[in-house]
């Protein structure tokens, strides 16, 4: 199931092009991700994909396991993080976390591949990043989004300057916990891992003009009723449906659908 | 006669000049001969005095050096072969030295003569410094009766820069020594406890009770943080190693407010350096839950919360606390929620739980205070009304390492009364009958007498100590420990942990209770105008162990410990934490601006929620990405 690791003669210094520094950074930012999720990043086929992971593992920038169902999973190492000029602690994704994982990069590179996104050079800011800036300061009842989406000043869109936080929801929650979150995040005026008095200051304006959530068909209609509770707050709730892709395939299948 | 008189006089005189000058030049020469031990020496006072050091570090130097005097010999006695040489080497090397300096070598004879002069020089020093301190001590020292005081003043000086200069070195204070203890910083003085250069005090001073006394702006919370983070720290790597159980520190800051939420931030990246995993700060960003109480707890908690009067007034009093009783323990279980409580507070609610025995106690007593249900409901729907959602769960104590409550003690005191209450009870039940049993919890308070009048502070030592928590309480003042001096002295004396005094102006309570030690007064003669005979006499009286004069003068970030009759100044190291993440700059109050910054976030409303105004239509990116709404 899991390579090897590599012989000391084969980990030499990585020569990385700029596909692999790109790839290799959304990895570390989604903890980890599938092969066929990868290979969309690098934008290259999937035997292509697992030859350049391949390269990655060899140099013990990342590594690689068939953690569930579909491809193996593709997560930075400690010396690829570092490599990487990230903070985060190295761990393998978390077996619980692998539906949400998989649901949120699909997600990210559904939006990626938009053509407005790509015109107003939008930026994805990841949970991991976002918790890797409060530290362990996590409030016990401070909920973080699953990525934010922020749309730089100059793009020609209408929501330009705009912060979106972004959620993928693939289980029922009660409507009352789902609620508030939403209204936790949509009068939240400070950043993430700011000091506790300016999480919520009156007088500020939020920080996230809207928030987007992307439901598996079991948890759209939990979502649409908790819009619907948070009352006028909900016109900046946007829910649509988790993209082709997104979910796990079911057990024994080799790859996940396209 | 007269002249015989007189010429013995001027005999003795001459005599007495003549005695003094041979003393003189017998002790220049010998200073002379001992040249390199004299310098040595001369040195050795020369730092102490600068450095504000005890004699003692100067002996410690004088055995240190013993290796070195030890491995000159083994060497000279293997050179000589010879015990007479070996005896004889410290003579020897002398006159070699002599030699060597004569001829012009004064490098190799101060290498020649140090294995003997250094160590011999510090001995000499430091028996030179005990004596000029004990002279001081005692007053029989000094050109003017006043030296003695000036000379205090003085080495106090020396030895706050020394301390300061000790902790400013990077790194040379950890948070925890070698043994585990908790240090705090760099030792100014010690009176009745050692003197080592780092202060540091071992863990179980933490698992019991202290007090903290210190005025706004004196470095109270860099102490307090300083604190917390050694039991965390210490309390985490014992549970590690398998010799404690996990530590939980709570921390009731009792001022609330901008200042109370700036020192929680600062604490929960201090305690996360010192390995928390998680530092909850209540009611901002967690809450805790009233209702996981026992039933008959939570009957106590709930009627204590609201403000009742006695005399006429102790009956309403009882009424409702038997209508709260039925509504938090009916057959069907008690209340999960604020609502769910609230709710029961309803005569039909109570008579359909209870009709199962319409003939019961219970129903007795609900038709008794049947008419007085709906003011009860009144007065808890405005109480939880005012304590919000931080006691409505859900959470509970043994979800992070520390707990940071906030409670509008300046206010809000009404409010910050109930809280406290709440808190204290849910700590007890947590610590007595959940996993708190399995903590070792630090319960740390801060001007807690300002909403201790539902809950005397003595009331909540008592309850801790049975409990086995330890508590930490801190107050700006003397005055401000609790409402009565009784219970001030009272809690004070029972600080089996010690007391930490920053500068205060009203210190000698506190002070009295390190106790007092002999000491040596001196008089002298005046024999003229700015003239001190070294004739006069001595006499021994008390004087306190802690000076409440140094105390009410203690500069910023320094600290008096009184543990057991003795008194160490500190000076306390700051604890720097990681900084904490800035918040985005808010965008500019201007009205709604043409193009792309319309889309700026909707300006808030006055009551600070942001008003829901519909963002520009992104449906088309949304529907490109991900298809079209569902319907």
């Given at each position: 199931?899991?390579?090897?690791?590599?012989?000391?003669?084969?980990?030499?210094?990585?020569?990385?092009?700029?596909r692999?520094?790109?790839?290799?950074?959304?990895?570390?930012?989604?903890?980890?991700?599938?092969?066929?999720?990868?290979?969309?990043?690098?934008?290259?086929?999937?035997?292509?994909?697992?030859?350049?992971?391949?390269?990655w593992?060899?140099?013990?920038?990342?590594?690689?396991?068939?953690?569930?169902?579909?491809?193996?999973?593709?997560?930075?190492?400690?010396?690829?993080?570092?490599?990487c000029?990230?903070?985060?602690?190295?761990?393998?994704?978390?077996l619980?976390?692998?539906?949400?994982?998989?649901?949120?990069?699909?997600?990210?590179?559904?939006?990626?591949?938009?053509?407005?996104?790509?015109?107003?050079?939008?930026?994805?800011r990841?949970?991991?990043?976002?918790?890797?800036?409060?530290?362990?300061?996590?409030?016990l009842?401070?909920?973080?989004?699953?990525?934010?989406?922020?749309?730089?000043?100059?793009?020609?869109?209408?929501?330009?300057?705009?912060?979106?936080?972004?959620?993928?929801?693939?289980?029922?929650?009660?409507?009352?916990?789902t609620?508030?979150?939403?209204?936790?995040?949509?009068?939240?005026?400070g950043?993430?891992?700011?000091?506790?008095?300016?999480?919520?200051?009156?007088?500020?304006?939020?920080?996230?003009?809207?928030?987007?959530?992307?439901?598996s068909?079991?948890?759209r209609?939990?979502?649409?009723?908790?819009?619907?509770?948070?009352?006028?707050?909900?016109?900046?709730?946007?829910?649509?449906?988790?993209?082709?892709?997104?979910?796990?395939?079911?057990?024994?299948?080799?790859?996940?659908?396209? | 006669?007269?002249?015989?008189?007189?010429?013995?006089?001027a005999?003795?005189?001459?005599?007495?000049?003549?005695?003094?000058?041979?003393?003189?030049?017998?002790?220049?020469?010998?200073?002379?001969?001992?040249?390199?031990?004299?310098?040595?020496?001369?040195?050795a006072?020369?730092?102490?005095w600068?450095?504000?050091?005890?004699?003692?570090?100067?002996?410690?130097?004088?055995?240190?050096?013993?290796?070195m005097?030890?491995?000159?010999?083994?060497?000279?006695?293997?050179?000589?072969?010879?015990?007479?040489?070996?005896?004889?080497?410290?003579?020897?090397?002398?006159?070699?030295?002599?030699?060597?300096?004569?001829?012009?070598?004064?490098?190799?004879?101060a290498?020649?003569?140090?294995?003997?002069?250094?160590?011999?020089?510090?001995?000499?020093?430091?028996?030179?410094?005990?004596?000029?301190?004990?002279?001081?001590?005692?007053?029989?020292?000094?050109?003017?009766?006043?030296?003695?005081?000036?000379?205090?003043?003085?080495?106090?000086?020396?030895?706050?820069?020394?301390?300061?200069?000790?902790?400013?070195?990077?790194?040379?204070?950890?948070?925890?020594?070698?043994?585990g203890?908790?240090v705090?910083g760099?030792?100014?003085?010690?009176?009745?406890?050692?003197?080592?250069?780092?202060?540091?005090?071992?863990?179980?001073?933490?698992r019991?009770?202290q007090?903290?006394?210190?005025?706004?702006?004196?470095?109270?919370?860099?102490?307090?943080?300083?604190?917390?983070?050694?039991?965390?720290?210490?309390?985490?790597?014992?549970?590690?190693?398998?010799?404690?159980?996990?530590?939980?520190?709570?921390?009731?800051?009792?001022?609330?407010?901008?200042?109370?939420?700036?020192?929680?931030?600062?604490a929960?990246?201090?305690?996360?350096?010192?390995?928390?995993?998680?530092?909850?700060?209540?009611?901002?960003?967690?809450?805790?839950?009233?209702?996981?109480?026992?039933?008959?707890?939570?009957?106590?908690?709930?009627?204590?919360?609201?403000?009742?009067?006695?005399?006429?007034?102790?009956?309403?009093?009882?009424?409702?606390?038997?209508?709260?009783?039925?509504?938090?323990?009916?057959?069907?279980?008690?209340?999960?929620?604020?609502?769910?409580?609230?709710?029961?507070?309803?005569?039909g609610w109570?008579?359909?739980?209870?009709?199962?025995?319409?003939?019961?106690?219970?129903?007795?007593?609900?038709?008794?205070?049947?008419?007085?249900?709906?003011?009860?409901?009144?007065?808890?729907?405005?109480?939880?009304?005012?304590?919000?959602?931080?006691?409505?769960?859900?959470?509970?104590?043994?979800?992070?390492?520390?707990?940071?409550?906030i409670?509008?003690?300046?206010?809000?005191i009404?409010?910050?009364?109930?809280?406290?209450?709440?808190?204290?009870?849910?700590?007890?039940?947590?610590?007595a009958?959940?996993?708190?049993?399995?903590?070792?919890?630090?319960?740390?308070?801060?001007?807690?007498?300002?909403?201790a009048?539902?809950?005397?502070?003595?009331?909540?030592?008592?309850?801790?100590?049975?409990?086995?928590?330890?508590?930490?309480?801190?107050a700006?003042?003397?005055?401000?420990?609790?409402?009565?001096?009784?219970?001030?002295y009272?809690?004070?004396?029972?600080?089996?942990?010690?007391?930490?005094?920053?500068?205060?102006?009203?210190?000698?309570?506190?002070?009295?209770?390190?106790?007092?030690r002999?000491?040596?007064?001196?008089?002298?003669?005046?024999?003229?105008?700015?003239?001190?005979?070294?004739?006069?006499?001595?006499?021994?009286?008390?004087?306190?162990?802690a000076?409440?004069?140094?105390?009410r003068?203690?500069?910023?970030?320094?600290?008096?410990?009184?543990?057991?009759?003795?008194?160490?100044?500190?000076?306390?190291?700051?604890?720097?934490?990681?900084?904490?993440?800035?918040?985005?700059?808010?965008?500019?109050?201007?009205?709604?601006?043409?193009?792309?910054?319309?889309?700026?976030?909707?300006?808030?409303?006055?009551?600070?929620?942001?008003?829901?105004?519909?963002?520009?239509?992104?449906?088309?990116?949304?529907?490109?990405?991900?298809?079209?709404?569902?319907?």
């Open positions: 199931m899991v390579p090897g690791p590599p012989s000391p003669a084969a980990a030499a210094p990585a020569h990385l092009a700029e692999d520094i790109a790839g290799l950074l959304f990895v570390a930012d989604m903890y980890g991700a599938q092969l066929d999720q990868v290979a969309a990043v690098l934008g290259v086929r999937e035997s292509r994909a697992r030859a350049i992971t391949g390269s593992r060899r140099a013990r920038y990342a590594q690689s396991a068939r953690l569930g169902p579909g491809g193996p999973w593709i997560w930075l190492t400690r010396a690829g993080l570092a490599a000029g990230l903070p985060f602690a190295a761990t393998t994704p978390a619980s976390r692998l539906a949400h994982l998989r649901a949120v990069t699909a997600v990210r590179l559904a939006l990626e591949a938009t053509s407005a996104y790509r015109a107003a050079g939008a930026f994805w990841s949970e991991r990043r976002l918790r890797a800036r409060m530290g362990g300061r996590v409030g009842r401070e909920h973080v989004p699953d990525g934010e989406v922020h749309w730089p000043d100059a793009a020609s869109a209408g929501w330009a300057g705009e912060c979106w936080a972004i959620e993928a929801e693939l289980t029922r929650k009660t409507v009352a916990r609620a508030a979150i939403m209204r936790e995040i949509l009068t939240r005026t950043d993430y891992g700011c000091p506790a008095a300016q999480v919520r200051v009156a007088g500020r304006p939020p920080r996230h003009a809207r928030v987007l959530y992307l439901c068909p079991a948890a209609p939990v979502v649409a009723r908790a819009r619907g509770a948070v009352g006028t707050l909900g016109a900046r709730v946007e829910i649509r449906e988790l993209p082709p892709g997104a979910g796990l395939p079911p057990a024994g299948g080799a790859e996940p659908p396209p | 006669m007269i002249r015989r008189y007189l010429g013995l006089l005999a003795l005189a001459a005599v007495r000049l003549l005695a003094r000058l041979i003393a003189v030049t017998a002790g220049v020469a010998l200073v002379v001969a001992a040249a390199p031990v004299s310098l040595v020496a001369a040195l006072v020369a730092g102490a600068t450095a504000g050091w005890p004699p003692r570090r100067l002996y410690h130097a004088a055995l240190w050096c013993l290796p005097v030890a491995v000159w010999l083994a060497a000279t006695a293997v050179a000589a072969r010879s015990w007479w040489q070996v005896a004889a080497a410290p003579y020897l090397a002398w006159l070699a030295m002599w030699r060597q300096a004569a001829a012009g070598s004064v490098v190799l004879a290498a020649t003569i140090a294995p003997a002069a250094i160590p011999l020089g510090l001995l000499v020093g430091a028996l030179a410094w005990s004596r000029r301190i004990y002279a001081m001590r005692t007053g029989t020292g000094g050109l003017s009766p006043d030296a003695p005081a000036v000379f205090d003043r003085r080495q106090w000086r020396h030895q706050v820069r020394s301390a300061r200069a000790r902790i400013a070195a990077p790194g040379a204070v950890p948070l925890l020594s070698r043994s203890a908790i705090t760099a030792v100014i003085r010690a009176v009745g406890h050692p003197a080592p250069p780092l202060a540091a005090i071992p863990y179980r001073r933490l019991s009770h007090v903290v006394i210190g005025a706004t702006g004196t470095g109270k919370t860099t102490l307090l943080l300083r604190l917390w983070a050694g039991f965390l720290a210490r309390g985490l790597q014992r549970h590690a190693d398998g010799a404690g159980r996990r530590p939980l520190l709570v921390v009731l800051d009792c001022k609330g407010g901008a200042d109370s939420r700036r020192v929680a931030d600062r929960r990246r201090v305690l996360r350096d010192a390995g928390a995993r998680s530092t909850a700060i209540w009611p901002d960003e967690a809450s805790l839950s009233l209702w996981a109480l026992p039933p008959p707890q939570l009957t106590t908690t709930l009627v204590d919360m609201i403000e009742h009067g006695t005399g006429g007034a102790a009956y309403y009093t009882d009424v409702m606390e038997a209508v709260v009783a039925l509504a938090v323990d009916p057959p069907t279980g008690p209340p999960a929620s604020a609502a769910d409580f609230l709710a029961r507070l309803d005569a109570l008579t359909a739980a209870y009709s199962a025995s319409p003939d019961g106690e219970e129903a007795a007593l609900l038709r008794s205070a049947f008419r007085h249900i709906g003011d009860i409901a009144l007065r808890f729907r405005t109480l939880f009304r005012r304590l919000g959602e931080g006691l409505d769960g859900p959470g509970g104590f043994g979800e992070a390492d520390a707990w940071y409550c409670l509008e003690g300046t206010s809000e009404a409010v910050a009364e109930a809280q406290a209450r709440a808190l204290v009870d849910l700590l007890a039940s947590y610590s009958h959940g996993q708190g049993s399995q903590r070792e919890i630090l319960l740390a308070v801060d001007e807690f007498s300002a909403v009048r539902r809950l005397p502070i003595w009331h909540l030592y008592e309850r801790a100590r049975s409990l086995g928590l330890a508590v930490q309480v801190s700006q003042s003397w005055q401000g420990l609790a409402p009565r001096d009784d219970d001030r009272r809690i004070a004396a029972t600080a089996d942990g010690g007391i930490w005094l920053l500068r205060t102006p009203h210190p000698e309570p506190a002070t009295g209770l390190a106790g007092s002999p000491a040596t007064d001196t008089s002298r003669r005046v024999l003229g105008a700015a003239l001190w005979s070294r004739e006069g006499s001595s006499r021994m009286r008390d004087e306190p162990v000076d409440p004069a140094i105390v003068s203690l500069d910023v970030g320094q600290a008096a410990y009184i543990y057991r009759g003795g008194v160490t100044f500190v000076q306390v190291k700051r604890l720097v934490a990681a900084p904490a993440a800035l918040a985005r700059e808010p965008a500019p109050a201007a009205g709604p601006a043409p193009g792309p910054t319309a889309a700026h976030p909707e300006p808030p409303t006055p009551g600070g929620q942001p008003r829901a105004a519909p963002p520009p239509d992104a449906g088309s990116l949304l529907d490109e990405a991900f298809g079209k709404e569902p319907g």
